[in-house]
């Protein structure tokens, strides 16, 4: 009896001191006061541009990273755990150098879930598991867990919004479709290129921002898109910049 009453007492102290008891699947491990949006749709800082790539690491990632160093330019990689038969990222040695080498670039880290499923069609526990296999893999790998992430297929309905809150997330959409996935080809990535064109004409450098999505999955983004995107978007005064960074969020938010 005397042990459950310091156990009360103590709880009520913790309690009126300002903490709360996580949830016990919420990724509370490394906690953080949530602050700011819950969704994000735009940047808003004028004449930022993020580059930001879906579904990575895959075989194509490592020259993205070679493209990025040689123009100086930080993007934010939305990763996958483990989709497209490619291994679990913190099991397959490929995988886990990249990322650690992105991470130690200065490039931000965000979650695209594990198996890249749609959340909204998942039952709650499902939709966690998603989010926290995803960074059991992040904390063996870089030590972090990010505090942003997009959904795949851009599906995060009510519920599942209710359930990125509580686990202390951002989910990111865009403003700037590249479409790049459909453009896979020699023969048809200008219609990305064109795409991101066509934006970048229709605002100006002091006062239009831009959050753009790729995939670093697909070879013509890499090796012909992305470059593209680099220069057109210098030649027109933007800066390229992290996800973080075009919200003004400073880097010691966008981990938890």
């Not at 926290?132 to 893999?137: D, F, S, V, Y």
Request: glycine share 8%; proline share 4%; hydrophobic share 35%.
């Amino acid at each position: 009896m005397f042990f459950n009453n310091i156990g009360a007492i103590a709880l009520l102290q913790l309690l009126s001191a300002g903490l709360s008891l996580a949830h016990p699947t919420s990724s509370s491990i490394f906690p953080r006061a949530f602050s700011g949006p819950t969704v994000i749709n735009d940047c808003t800082v004028p004449g930022t541009i993020a580059l930001t790539f879906d579904d990575g690491p895959d075989k194509y990632t490592s020259d993205i990273l070679d493209i990025l160093d040689s123009y100086g330019v930080k993007v934010t990689f939305f990763i996958t755990g483990n989709n497209n038969g490619k291994g679990a990222i913190d099991a397959t040695q490929q995988w886990t150098d990249i990322i650690k080498r992105q991470y130690a670039s200065g490039h931000q880290i965000a979650s695209h879930t594990w198996d890249h499923l749609d959340l909204s069609t998942l039952a709650e526990d499902d939709r966690r598991r998603q989010m926290t296999r995803n960074e059991e893999a992040f904390r063996n790998i870089i030590g972090v867990v990010p505090s942003y992430m997009r959904p795949p297929y851009s599906s995060c309905g009510s519920a599942c919004v209710a359930t990125m809150q509580d686990m202390g997330y951002h989910i990111v959409y865009f403003d700037l479709d590249t479409d790049d996935y459909n453009n896979d080809s020699p023969s048809l990535i200008a219609n990305s290129q064109n795409r991101y064109k066509s934006a970048l004409d229709g605002g100006n450098s002091a006062s239009s921002s831009y959050l753009a999505i790729g995939h670093d999955i697909h070879e013509q983004t890499v090796h012909t898109l992305t470059k593209y995107m680099l220069d057109y978007g210098t030649s027109k005064g933007y800066r390229f910049v992290t996800l973080g960074d075009c919200l003004g969020d400073p880097q010691a938010n966008w981990y938890k």
